[in-house]
């Protein structure tokens, strides 16, 4: 590393305005004056904080003061013991609900972020959640979801910000335990502003682009990727429109930008009726933060004419922002939208931005089956990744829509069944958290989506499988004669050299259990499914692993009646991933070619 000390007048300079400004309530940090500002760089010019150059031994709240400025700990002290986890001699100790806080502002933004953790000791499982701030500590962003730190060795989570100008960072220890954490050497990126020169318009007519469903998903446009909900590319003679195409939406339907331009003064887009649809009314959002948060632009519209009229929003944002239009009034009534135009910014940024932590992505290997994520705008569609699996979960449901895994036998070792039925903490705040007596005599078991069995190379990965978003209400017979024997069989196939992608859940309402029927259970927080489904794909082992699928790889397609009169054979309920698809709206597989995906989608299992 080495020491960067040309901007050292413009950090001076900042700190004036810094030390006039006052922390919100909800911020541990308080006011403090800087000398100087000598930012650790790395050889490729990240900011550095390796935690070495400093000392503080105690959990009292109190400042530590770096070569590059103060930070701010509570609950949380600089550690160099041998159960502290750690690079060289020191890193971060956290108890409780601990939080550290840098005390400065980067200048340059933020455009990726990575650090270490690792448990302390011996200590239980624990987590934590990476914030930011752009108006120095007034109020704070959460970036992603809340990461599990699970193992006693340092990893690595890789947060994509994608913020400009003047930014600070704090790590909030997310479970209030006792059991203690590690954080060490964060490297963060910059993301210097490229606004130079004559600004540019962004006009996106929805022309090169197709979606033919109102189930959600995303469209690559040429301005860039949007993510379609209760909306499609409609090009039918009732559809408004200046070329063949336009985005038709209807009930509370979304259409948004997955990606962030730099800048912005106005934004214009056409709108109409569809047919002779009755009126609707809607309104432009915008988010700062790549989609975590979202704030109303102007006033709400109302759709009313059969012909293409313009509305235009005057705005001034200068550094990242994107958009959506969000429908919000239901009824089947339909509108069309055209012509989106962005004035006065620069050309879309690389990356998806959101937010969200680089973890499990092997799960999504093969595609993102409802394009969920992780948004609480989208609460009956949201992204939860684990390290273990990923999946889509329904707030209103109180279960997952689907849940999606990688197996092969690196996943699986010597760790015994857990039984650790537990509350998932990581749900958003004021969402209803399923608990693990929820399901008491229901009649109904708790039945894990990703089983237990298929995590057995840690008691971390199999503890991670009873959390109660990877449950759902099965009939006791379901979950333990077709369900239970489908799984094992799974399993069975690792041992002829191959790897698997599955991905399962419920759909429909009221099941058939030991107590009778039931369509909802834990006093309405959670929805009974009707069928319990599941979608594997096999390949042998390999790399590239997409590419490695052909015609003729074996898919098995298992739709069952969530019922206590079924049979015991899960063959007796094979079907097509083409007749799931039809019953849940999801898209499999969608990452495969679409010449191999229809082959494969079409056909029963034959073995």
């Known amino acids: 590393m080495k020491k960067f000390t040309l901007l050292k007048c413009v950090f001076a300079i900042q700190a004036l305005f810094f030390m006039s400004c006052e922390p919100d309530q909800g911020s541990l940090l308080p006011k403090t004056s800087f000398e100087s500002y000598d930012f650790v760089l790395t050889a490729e010019g990240k900011y550095a904080e390796d935690f070495e150059n400093a000392s503080k031994t105690s959990y009292a709240g109190g400042s530590v003061a770096f070569s590059d400025g103060n930070w701010y700990f509570e609950d949380a002290l600089i550690g160099s013991l041998s159960g502290d986890a750690k690079n060289g001699s020191q890193s971060v100790r956290m108890r409780n609900n601990g939080v550290i806080t840098m005390g400065f502002d980067l ?3 933020i455009k990726t972020l990575s650090l270490q953790h690792a448990k302390y000791n011996r200590d239980a499982q624990t987590s934590f959640e990476l914030y930011y701030s752009t108006d120095a500590g007034a109020t704070w962003i959460r970036s992603g979801s809340a990461v599990q730190v699970k193992k006693t060795r340092l990893e690595t989570s890789i947060f994509t910000i994608n913020v400009k100008g003047q930014v600070r960072i704090e790590i909030r220890k997310t479970d209030g335990k006792s059991d203690r954490l590690n954080i060490d050497d964060i490297i963060i990126e910059p993301n210097p502003s490229t606004q130079t020169g004559t600004l540019v318009d962004i006009n996106e007519d929805y022309e090169l682009g197709s979606k033919g469903s109102y189930a959600a998903g ?183 829509n689907w849940v999606s895994w990688h197996l092969d036998e690196a996943w699986l070792g010597s760790a015994s069944r857990q039984n650790d039925f537990r509350e998932d903490t990581t749900l958003p705040s004021g969402w209803y958290h399923v608990n693990e007596t929820d399901y008491q005599y229901s009649g109904f078991d708790r039945g894990h989506v990703c089983p237990s069995a298929d995590r057995t190379l840690s008691v971390d ?96 397609a298992v739709d069952m009646p969530n019922s206590q009169n079924i049979f015991s054979d899960w063959r007796q309920y094979k079907t097509t991933v083409d007749n799931i698809e039809a019953l849940t709206g999801y898209d499999f597989f969608d990452l495969v070619p679409d010449n191999i995906e229809n082959v494969i989608e079409a056909n029963v299992d034959a073995i």
């Open 218 to 400: 995303t469209v690559a446009f040429p301005s860039g990727t949007w993510y379609l909900e209760e909306a499609l590319v409609g090009s039918l003679d009732n559809d408004r429109k200046t070329g063949l195409k336009s985005v038709r939406i209807r009930d509370y339907g979304i259409l948004q930008m997955n990606y962030d331009v730099m800048g912005a003064q106005s934004v214009s887009l056409s709108h109409a009726l569809y047919g002779t649809d009755a009126s609707s009314s809607w309104e432009l959002q915008a988010s700062t933060n790549g989609g975590t948060n979202w704030a109303r632009i102007g006033d709400i519209i109302t759709t009313s004419s059969i012909n293409l009229e313009t509305a235009t929003f005057s705005v001034d944002f200068t550094g990242s922002v994107r958009f959506r239009v969000v429908k919000l009034s239901g009824s089947g009534d339909r509108i069309n939208i055209d012509d989106f135009i962005i004035g006065g910014t620069s050309e879309p940024e690389t990356g998806t931005g959101g937010g969200s932590p680089a973890l499990g992505e092997v799960h999504l290997t093969m595609g993102n089956p409802s394009a969920a994520i992780s948004d609480i705008n989208m609460p009956n569609n949201y992204l939860l990744q684990k390290e273990e699996y990923i999946m889509s979960y329904s707030r209103d449901r109180g279960t997952a």
């Open 461 to 556: 990965d199999n503890s991670n499988t009873f959390f109660m978003t990877n449950m759902m209400p099965q009939a006791p017979n379901n979950n333990r004669l077709g369900w239970a024997s489908l799984e094992s069989y799974c399993r069975s196939l690792l041992n002829g050299g191959y790897e698997i992608y599955i991905i399962s859940g419920g759909y429909g309402i009221g099941g058939d259990g030991s107590a009778g029927y039931a369509e909802v259970i834990a006093n309405g927080n959670v929805t009974v499914p009707s069928n319990t489904w599941k979608v594997i794909m096999i390949i042998p082992d390999g790399n590239d692993d997409v590419n490695r699928v052909n015609t003729n790889t074996r898919v098995i």
């Open 107 to 109: 200048p340059e933004g």
